[in-house]
């Protein structure tokens, strides 16, 4: 047969777009390839490079070596005397080495006298609840991608209807005044009512009884543990303050505290009642949010951080969202004046008196991702206001490749940031 004949030119016809097609398959997947290389997932950092010398060395606790990030927040392992705990981020870490501490010197105050003992130090609670405490490592980095790092998505709302948070109290636990005690004695020792940490609440409720039931006289003890480990960062500088008023003011007053601030914002009636009703806000949170937008008189859009608050359905993303607003508290007043907020993806920006974009995230480590090097053209995208700079302000630190991809777009960067945001008093000569 001739290389006319038409059945061989159709087969040729055929390899040869087939091949084409191959070529084209595999030159996009390589240069997919070489174009994702350029970024960064994950990675694993020194604890002894992230925390003092002074938290690393305890006989209460150790510390795993090991760091894991996961782009943004770093993730500790600490295997403590009452179980193992896996924080996320420093600021967590931080927490819960002082609430260990706290716990072991509360163990230190006996209550075998009281009826309520018996029932209180069974012990089953603790041991079931550290078991389901950020045990599984998996669980853990999946629950932190709830919180920063879907801020980094487009826009989303779920509204949730506000019930009793885990931490608190039940409401006859409150009106025999029990939970008063519960507040007081968490205020001696430095930390919050509303701690997620079970084995850290067994302890709370165990003196509490015995303070309630007059066992010992639980309430007159003095803290043994010093700081206040149990609240986030507040731009005021009164953590210790705030943390009292949060412990020891009943839930349902803080709602109206909360509610009444909100409106002389003149924050819509509605949706402050939404957040307020938000389970995923415990008291302590709210009260946090509350006091860091009031802190920002004259600062327009306040009431956007409320409204982003909504679609926030668990606790990650709801501490998310507060440090965020303390953060921006404490830029407003240490740093620059702000001007206004305005939405930022499913979080939102400042924008200072100067005209500059404030992007404030409380993040341990940034890495150069597609999500980051995405959200950090949002800014520059057909519509937007051209700022006259572009600032973002974390905790911790950057990655050399994020800290690079970052600068290229524009962004003036503030790592380490919580001694400019948070400037520790000076004390009196």
């Known amino acids: 047969m001739s290389e006319s004949n038409p059945y061989k030119r159709k087969c040729r016809a055929l390899r040869t777009i087939w091949l084409i097609t191959l070529c084209l398959v595999l030159g996009y997947q390589v240069a997919n390839a070489q174009s994702q290389s350029g970024f960064e997932q994950r990675t694993t950092l020194k604890v002894s490079s992230l925390l003092s010398a002074d938290l690393l060395k305890s006989n209460l606790y150790t510390i795993d070596e090991e760091v894991i990030n996961d782009g943004l927040l770093n993730h500790y392992t600490v295997r403590s005397i009452f179980g193992v705990f896996r924080p996320t981020s420093t ?11 706290a716990i072991a010197a509360m163990k230190r105050i006996e209550t075998k006298t009281t009826a309520k003992d018996s029932v209180i130090q069974s012990g089953k609670n603790t041991v079931d609840a550290v078991a389901n405490l950020v045990t599984d490592p998996k669980e853990t980095l999946e629950g932190a991608a709830a919180g920063v790092g879907s801020l980094f998505n487009r826009a989303s709302q779920v509204v949730g209807k506000r019930q009793t948070t ?39 409720e165990r003196l509490a009884w015995a303070d309630y039931l007059g066992g010992i006289g639980v309430g007159l003890a003095q803290s043994a543990v010093p700081g206040a480990g149990g609240l986030l960062l507040t731009a005021s500088g009164t953590t210790r303050i705030l943390n009292e008023v949060i412990n020891t003011t009943p839930a349902s007053e803080l709602w109206v505290r909360n509610k009444n601030k909100l409106g002389a914002m003149s924050i819509d009636a509605d949706t402050a ?6 389970p995923s806000f415990s008291p302590a949170f709210q009260t946090i949010m509350v006091d860091a937008l009031e802190s920002m008189p004259g600062v327009a859009n306040r009431a956007l951080f409320i409204k982003i608050s909504l679609q926030a359905n668990t606790y990650e993303m709801a501490k998310t969202i507060t440090e965020i607003a303390t953060m921006a508290a404490g830029y407003h007043k240490n740093v620059a004046p702000l001007q206004s907020f305005a939405p930022f993806g499913r979080f939102l920006h400042a924008t200072s008196k100067k005209g500059k974009a404030v992007l404030l995230i409380p993040v341990d480590y940034m890495l150069w991702s597609v999500k980051i090097a995405d959200a950090a053209t949002w800014l520059d995208e057909p519509g937007m206001t051209k700022p006259a700079g572009k600032q973002l302000w974390i905790f911790g630190n950057f990655s050399q490749k994020s800290q690079a991809g970052l600068q290229s777009l524009g962004w003036e960067l503030y790592p380490n940031a919580s001694s400019r945001l948070f400037p520790a008093k000076k004390q009196k000569s």
Not at 273 to 278: A, C, G
């Open 273 to 278: 009642q939404l957040f307020l009703n938000n």
């Open 166 to 204: 885990a931490a608190e109290d039940s409401k006859v636990e409150q009106f025999i005044g029990k939970s008063k005690s519960k507040g007081e004695i968490a205020s001696k020792y430095g930390v919050s009512v509303y701690s997620l940490n079970p084995v850290l609440q067994e302890e709370l």
């Open 91 to 101: 600021l967590a870490v931080k927490q819960l080495l002082h609430e260990i501490r």
